[in-house]
């Protein structure tokens, strides 16, 4: 087997290499001739401080986060049926009270067993509020467009309607446990 050239190396100069520690002062020597020729060597270099940095560019990514997020989410303009016109602000406010005094009334004669229907009302009542924060928005949009308040005013018909419809079923349930528990008492 061949030995590669670098142990071959080492093998022959194996009594010539400094098998020794340099002397304690070494250094300190070496280091003035180093000065001595106008070139300064620290022993420990200078660390570099980062803290500067990264406040600085925390601080930068910090602003254009706030900018931009001041850009993208800036609310939208909305209007409702009572800024287009004073007919229509009466018109809000008594599909606003009616709405009200239903869920009141709904609130009032809710029982267990009608507890499902009245889940799924809100539920349908929550998507037809959403619709209607849609139409506020198209109202701002098209400039107050007729067709969009008619929208406007569906909406709060749906909504006063799908009211009436859960009273309704809710009385007819009450009802019929009325007369279902005075059967059972004759």
């Known amino acids: 087997m061949k030995k590669d050239k670098i142990d071959e190396l080492f093998e022959r100069m194996s009594g010539q290499l400094d098998i020794y520690?340099?002397?304690?002062?070494?250094?300190?020597?070496?280091?003035?001739?180093?000065?001595?020729?106008?070139k300064v060597v620290q022993l420990h270099p200078k660390k570099r401080n980062w803290y500067k940095a990264l406040?600085?560019?925390?601080?930068?990514?910090?602003?254009?986060?706030?900018?931009?997020?001041?850009?993208?989410?800036?609310p939208e303009e909305e209007a409702d049926l009572a800024s287009v016109s004073p007919q229509m602000q009466e018109t809000q406010s008594f599909f606003t009270a009616a709405i009200q005094v239903q869920l009141e009334e709904i609130n009032k004669i809710s029982s267990t067993e009608?507890?499902?229907?009245?889940?799924?009302?809100?539920?349908?009542?929550?998507?037809?509020?959403?619709?209607?924060?849609?139409?506020?928005?198209?109202?701002?949009?098209?400039?107050?467009?007729?067709?969009?308040?008619?929208a406007m005013i569906k909406n709060f018909q749906k909504r006063a309607n799908l009211l009436e419809d859960v009273l309704q079923k809710m009385n007819n349930i009450n009802d019929f446990k009325l007369s279902k528990n005075e059967n059972s008492l004759l």
């Not at 560019?57 to 989410?73: D, N, P």
């Open 21 to 38: 520690e340099p002397s304690a002062n070494h250094q300190t020597r070496f280091l003035e001739k180093l000065q001595q020729q106008n």
């Open 114 to 150: 009608t507890k499902k229907l009245v889940s799924d009302a809100m539920i349908q009542l929550e998507k037809l509020e959403s619709d209607y924060d849609t139409l506020k928005k198209d109202l701002v949009h098209s400039e107050s467009d007729k067709a969009v308040i008619s």
């Open 55 to 74: 406040a600085i560019a925390a601080s930068i990514s910090i602003l254009i986060g706030l900018a931009t997020s001041t850009f993208i989410f800036k």
